[in-house]
């Protein structure tokens, strides 16, 4: 399986994410993170030797697996987690609306630290690509800014979420490129995101929520981390140890365009005429953009 489709596929289990997370509701954010990460390197512990020992070692990549997560792991997860919960988790409109720009944010830092070159062509299809998602989530292109008293701070919340996932694609692509599988990365990302979000756990006055958990929590982090966690980042960083960061974050929208999806099938959202032909548009836009995929 190609590089883009991988990428498209992560992106696929990452939409049904908000479905758990939902439940989750009464505990802190940070510790939503904290767990899933600490679940996923648990299950990922029986290949840790063996897998980072082909590994050389440098500051240069050990600083750039900090990097990733810290932006990747911990802040975009503990900001995106924030924000639904600014909005309870029933109204999602205006964050979709900020994380549309997340894809800026990648292919802005892509030219700059990957030396990935931005023609005419590619950005003719990720603008089409960039709209279409908009009307993908807001039917005929009405947003509705009635998400209660707490609308403004979800906002602020989803940016910094897009602003660190954009830059976290590219920075995960930095880090496939220093390591010799995607496996390391992904052992990487895990193990230093779970002790940032520790210590992230007191910084923040959280942890009196670490044994609170009640199984029904715990049944939801293992989900979170078996799934749209630990396996949806395996196959993530698969798929762009092989693509370029600028189609990687393009090929992320299928997250957007599956979450309706869900929706509807869940909660009864129906799509409007508007969507459906969008949501056309959109996996043609993608389509078009893995072709132009020079990894």
Request: glycine content about 6%; some cysteine.
């Given at each position: 399986?190609?590089?883009?489709?991988?990428?498209?596929l992560a992106?696929?289990?990452?939409?049904?994410?908000?479905?758990?997370?939902?439940?989750?509701?009464?505990?802190?954010?940070?510790t939503i993170?904290?767990?899933?990460?600490?679940?996923?390197?648990?299950?990922?512990?029986?290949?840790?030797?063996?897998?980072?020992?082909?590994?050389?070692?440098?500051?240069?990549?050990?600083?750039?697996?900090?990097?990733?997560?810290?932006?990747?792991?911990?802040?975009?997860?503990?900001?995106?987690?924030?924000?639904?919960?600014?909005?309870?988790?029933?109204?999602?409109?205006?964050?979709?609306?900020?994380?549309?720009?997340?894809?800026?944010?990648?292919?802005?830092?892509?030219?700059?630290?990957?030396?990935?070159?931005?023609?005419?062509?590619?950005l003719r299809?990720?603008?089409?690509?960039?709209?279409?998602?908009?009307?993908?989530?807001?039917?005929?292109?009405?947003?509705?800014?009635?998400?209660?008293?707490?609308?403004?701070?979800?906002?602020?919340?989803?940016?910094?979420?897009?602003?660190?996932?954009?830059?976290?694609?590219?920075?995960?692509?930095?880090?496939?490129?220093?390591?010799?599988?995607?496996?390391?990365?992904?052992?990487?990302?895990?193990?230093?995101?779970?002790?940032?979000?520790?210590?992230?756990?007191?910084?923040?006055?959280?942890?009196?929520?670490?044994?609170?958990?009640?199984?029904?929590?715990?049944?939801?982090?293992?989900?979170?981390?078996?799934?749209?966690?630990?396996?949806?980042?395996?196959?993530?960083?698969?798929?762009?140890?092989?693509?370029?960061?600028?189609?990687?974050?393009?090929?992320?929208?299928?997250?957007?365009?599956?979450?309706?999806?869900?929706?509807?099938?869940?909660?009864?959202?129906?799509?409007?005429?508007?969507?459906?032909?969008?949501?056309?548009?959109?996996?043609?836009?993608?389509?078009?953009?893995?072709?132009?995929?020079?990894?």
């Amino acid at each position: 399986m190609s590089g883009p489709l991988l990428i498209a596929l992560a992106a696929a289990l990452w939409a049904l994410d908000g479905v758990v997370r939902r439940g989750l509701y009464h505990l802190p954010p940070v510790t939503i993170v904290f767990y899933e990460h600490l679940i996923g390197s648990l299950i990922l512990l029986p290949i840790v030797l063996r897998t980072l020992k082909q590994e050389v070692f440098t500051s240069r990549l050990l600083l750039t697996a900090l990097v990733v997560a810290l932006f990747g792991g911990l802040l975009g997860t503990l900001f995106i987690t924030t924000a639904l919960l600014k909005v309870n988790y029933i109204s999602f409109s205006v964050i979709f609306l900020i994380q549309k720009i997340q894809p800026l944010f990648a292919i802005v830092s892509a030219g700059f630290l990957l030396g990935e070159k931005i023609n005419k062509k590619y950005l003719r299809w990720a603008a089409l690509a960039i709209v279409a998602v908009f009307f993908v989530t807001f039917p005929n292109g009405s947003v509705n800014l009635d998400t209660g008293t707490e609308t403004i701070l979800a906002a602020l919340y989803a940016l910094g979420a897009a602003a660190c996932w954009g830059l976290g694609t590219t920075l995960s692509k930095l880090l496939l490129n220093q390591v010799k599988s995607s496996t390391s990365a992904t052992i990487l990302r895990f193990y230093l995101s779970t002790v940032l979000a520790f210590v992230a756990v007191f910084l923040l006055g959280s942890q009196n929520s670490l044994d609170t958990l009640v199984e029904r929590d715990f049944l939801g982090l293992v989900y979170i981390a078996l799934s749209t966690g630990l396996l949806a980042m395996i196959i993530y960083y698969k798929g762009l140890k092989k693509t370029e960061a600028k189609v990687a974050t393009i090929m992320e929208m299928t997250l957007p365009l599956l979450a309706i999806v869900v929706d509807m099938f869940l909660y009864q959202h129906f799509l409007t005429g508007s969507q459906y032909l969008a949501g056309l548009v959109l996996l043609y836009a993608m389509y078009r953009v893995s072709r132009l995929n020079a990894a």
